[in-house]
């Protein structure tokens, strides 16, 4: 076999010269500047490379463009139930805050005043505000219409879904452009 690697650098025949050893110098990923006052021979400290001074200092924002192609109806169906049985929850508590305000500032008994004097009928067998617009007949009110809402709200936002997979499929569905700060 014959070596074509060419000469090999310690490992050829004996010359009967004893190489000294030089501490390993690992290979530089920039070269020493040139021009006076640079350091010959390529090692040390000194050859590497300073630091840019004229960095951009605005960070950079990095974007995605996505579409919505398709809304699970199941996963909307779900959500909106838990978002509308939250909205029914805050109707009953803000209709019983409001009624014990209304109660408190004495509205009832004005209304129910100012009614009884219209219609020209003594307290007998006349229209009693105060005992129609009760605390009980309010909660069972509200309770009921939020009630209706949950159910609409549900069914609206399930049947929505199923419109919008519908559209999408002809228009490719709604982009997004997300973008990240750094």
Do not use: H
């Not at 508590?93 to 004495?106: E, P, R």
């Not at 129609?132 to 069972?140: D, G, H, M, N, T």
């Amino acid at each position: 076999m014959t070596d074509t690697r060419g000469p090999q650098p310690g490992g050829g025949a004996a010359t009967g010269q004893e190489r000294v050893a030089q501490p390993y110098q690992p290979p530089q990923a920039y070269a020493a500047p040139p021009g006076p006052g640079a350091p010959r021979g390529g090692g040390g400290p000194a050859a590497q490379r300073a630091p840019r001074t004229g960095a951009r200092t605005t960070p950079r924002t990095r974007k995605a463009r996505l579409r919505v192609a398709k809304a699970d109806p199941w996963s909307v169906m779900k959500v909106s139930f838990l978002l509308s049985v939250a909205l029914g929850i805050c109707t009953i508590v803000a209709a019983v805050v409001l009624w014990m305000v209304m109660d408190a500032m004495g509205v009832f008994s004005t209304v129910g005043g100012t009614i009884s004097e219209a219609t020209g009928s003594n307290e007998s067998n006349g229209f009693d505000l105060q005992s129609f617009l009760s605390l009980p007949r309010v909660l069972v009110f509200s309770s009921v219409i939020a009630t209706i809402n949950v159910v609409l709200a549900t069914a609206l936002a399930t049947l929505g879904s199923f419109i919008y997979n519908l559209s999408a499929g002809f228009v490719g569905g709604v982009e997004l452009t997300l973008a990240e700060d750094e």
